[in-house]
């Protein structure tokens, strides 16, 4: 295919841009099938208190294991879901097997579930989750919505009028990778929120930054302010739980807590035996 005419108004064939066309395209197709060939998985990641290091719920985190090309993170899939529309039925299997999952718990602890923009804004999400939540039996007040505020910016009006329908239900919602958006100020403003994720890009260099620490520390008295909850993201030594742990943020969630993983083997924190 001719890329955009070139400076001398030349037309030119690239065909490093037509292979990736092709293995995009191809993807695409293969991602629309994965859910009903049993390819998706989802993973749990703990988030804990910060002075216990008690388990207070997980994240659910979506996996694609691909026949040929093995394991596909989700910063690659998801980007190619939203763009062909295929994450309106996978979104919404992650949240009807990450709640009916988490209904069969022997504890009750949170389960926080990303949620795309596209999912948002196209499709009905409240009708949804309402459903699923009629579905699975799970308490309205155990399930957490991670939003990113991109959407939120570009499509305001409706995305608030899904977010206020959304808390009606009973369940919460937390804004994802706080700190990296355009406006995350306007943006906490203006939406009903009930927690804070702080991304973890300042997390990673709290303990040698201390521009990193300056605005984790203000995204902690902001939360103070506002009345709301915040989770550090992305933590991965004991240096920086402690570092989190001067300036009384009370939850994290990390690599240092926990990774990703099938939720069998968080049996103990979930009040299984062994
Ligand atoms: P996110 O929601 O901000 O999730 C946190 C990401 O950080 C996860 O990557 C997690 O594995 C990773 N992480 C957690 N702790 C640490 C740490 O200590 N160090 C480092 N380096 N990384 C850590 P993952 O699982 O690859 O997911 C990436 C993104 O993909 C997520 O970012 C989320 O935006 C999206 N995603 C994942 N699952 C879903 C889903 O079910 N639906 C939608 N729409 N998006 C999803
Ligand atoms: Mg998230
Ligand atoms: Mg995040
Ligand atoms: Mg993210």
Redesign the pocket.
């Known amino acids: 295919r001719a890329k955009e005419a070139g400076r001398n108004g030349f037309a030119f064939y690239d065909p490093e841009m037509e292979a990736e066309t092709r293995t995009r395209r191809q993807l695409e197709q293969d991602l629309r099938r994965a859910e009903e060939r049993g390819e998706l998985q989802l993973l749990y990641?703990p988030q804990a208190e910060v002075a216990s290091g008690r388990i207070r719920g997980f994240?659910?985190?979506?996996r694609w294991r691909h026949p040929e090309r093995g394991m596909i993170?989700?910063?690659l899939f998801?980007p190619l879901a939203e763009a062909s529309g295929a994450?309106m039925p996978i979104?919404a299997w992650?949240l009807r097997q990450a709640c009916a999952e988490a209904a069969a718990w022997p504890r009750p602890l949170d389960i926080a579930?990303?949620?795309?923009p596209v999912q948002i804004l196209h499709g009905d999400l409240v009708a949804l989750v309402t459903e699923t939540l009629r579905e699975t039996g799970l308490d309205p007040a155990r399930l957490e919505l991670?939003v990113?505020e991109g959407v939120l910016i570009r499509d305001g009006a409706q995305a608030l009028g899904v977010l206020t329908r959304l808390k009606a239900l009973g369940v919460r919602v937390a804004m994802?990778?706080f700190g990296t958006g355009y406006s995350s100020l306007s943006t906490l403003r203006a939406f009903p929120f009930d927690k804070i994720k702080v991304d973890?890009s300042f997390v990673r260099d709290l303990d040698t930054s201390p521009e990193a620490a300056a605005i984790v520390r203000a995204v902690l008295g902001l939360g103070r302010g506002l009345g709301l909850p915040v989770i550090a993201?992305?933590?991965?030594t004991e240096a920086q739980r402690q570092a989190l742990a001067a300036i009384d943020c009370a939850a994290i969630?990390?690599?240092?807590i926990g990774r990703?993983a099938p939720i069998g083997s968080f049996g103990t924190a979930l009040g299984r035996l062994g």
Do not use: H
């Open positions: 990641q994240e659910a985190l979506l993170p989700p910063d998801v994450i979104g992650v579930v990303n949620i795309s991670e990113t994802d990778d973890r993201e992305g933590v991965e969630q990390g690599y240092l990703p």
